[in-house]
């Protein structure tokens, strides 16, 4: 029983990171995205440490066995997180998926010209500079772009140190 109890903890965890997501998203009003994202997580991660702690407390397991299952836990869930984070980005970031989407909502379809000028990607580049100009993650000096106060460095160095681990390569271009 107890075992089955340590398999259900990260998926309850990810359950509750999905639900707060959702709802501070749904509910907050100046909320954005990934600030939803990074809300939902913490409140899984935190979900799943007071359930680990809950249960060792409750039974009569060893130290060593509750330190043993709270890192495969935590790292369980983790992955978990990371997988909803990528999906939820998918449909943010992908751009065959928004022509899909946009697709979906012409029944009459829609022609070459006005998909171009809709994705046109000198367009979304400049948006997505925008953005990261707005919000502090870059900075303009001396006619270069460099990094400002940006959350997203940790996020792309574990990005990128996974991608070599698990493709030996850092990026889709090497």
Same mark, same amino acid.
């Given at each position: 029983?107890? *075992?089955?109890?340590?398999?259900?903890?990260?998926?309850?965890?990810?359950? !509750?990171?999905?639900?707060?997501?959702?709802?501070?998203?749904?509910?907050?009003?100046?909320?954005?995205?990934?600030?939803?994202?990074? &809300?939902?997580?913490?409140?899984?991660?935190?979900?799943?440490?007071?359930?680990?702690?809950?249960?060792? !407390?409750?039974?009569?397991?060893?130290? &060593?066995?509750? &330190?043993?299952?709270?890192?495969?836990?935590?790292? *369980?869930?983790?992955?978990?997180?990371?997988?909803?984070?990528?999906?939820?980005?998918?449909?943010?970031?992908?751009?065959?998926?928004?022509?899909?989407? #946009?697709?979906?909502? #012409?029944?009459?379809?829609?022609?070459?010209?006005?998909?171009?000028?809709?994705?046109?990607?000198?367009?979304?580049?400049?948006?997505?500079?925008?953005?990261?100009?707005?919000?502090?993650?870059?900075?303009?000096?001396?006619?270069?772009?460099?990094?400002?106060?940006?959350?997203?460095?940790?996020? #792309?160095?574990?990005?990128?140190?996974?991608?070599?681990?698990?493709?030996?390569?850092?990026?889709? !271009?090497?």
């Amino acid at each position: 029983m107890r *075992t089955f109890t340590q398999f259900c903890i990260p998926l309850a965890g990810l359950a !509750f990171n999905v639900l707060c997501q959702i709802l501070s998203l749904q509910l907050g009003k100046r909320i954005r995205l990934f600030q939803s994202i990074m &809300l939902g997580f913490a409140a899984g991660f935190l979900l799943v440490c007071i359930l680990e702690l809950t249960l060792f !407390f409750y039974s009569s397991a060893e130290w &060593l066995d509750f &330190l043993a299952y709270w890192v495969c836990n935590t790292i *369980t869930y983790g992955c978990l997180g990371y997988g909803y984070f990528a999906y939820i980005n998918l449909g943010e970031s992908s751009l065959r998926i928004r022509i899909i989407d #946009a697709l979906l909502h #012409a029944p009459d379809g829609l022609t070459e010209e006005t998909l171009i000028k809709r994705f046109n990607d000198r367009e979304l580049l400049s948006m997505r500079i925008q953005r990261l100009l707005d919000h502090g993650e870059i900075q303009m000096r001396d006619g270069k772009y460099v990094l400002g106060k940006s959350k997203l460095v940790p996020i #792309a160095k574990i990005v990128f140190l996974l991608k070599w681990l698990i493709l030996g390569k850092r990026s889709e !271009f090497e």
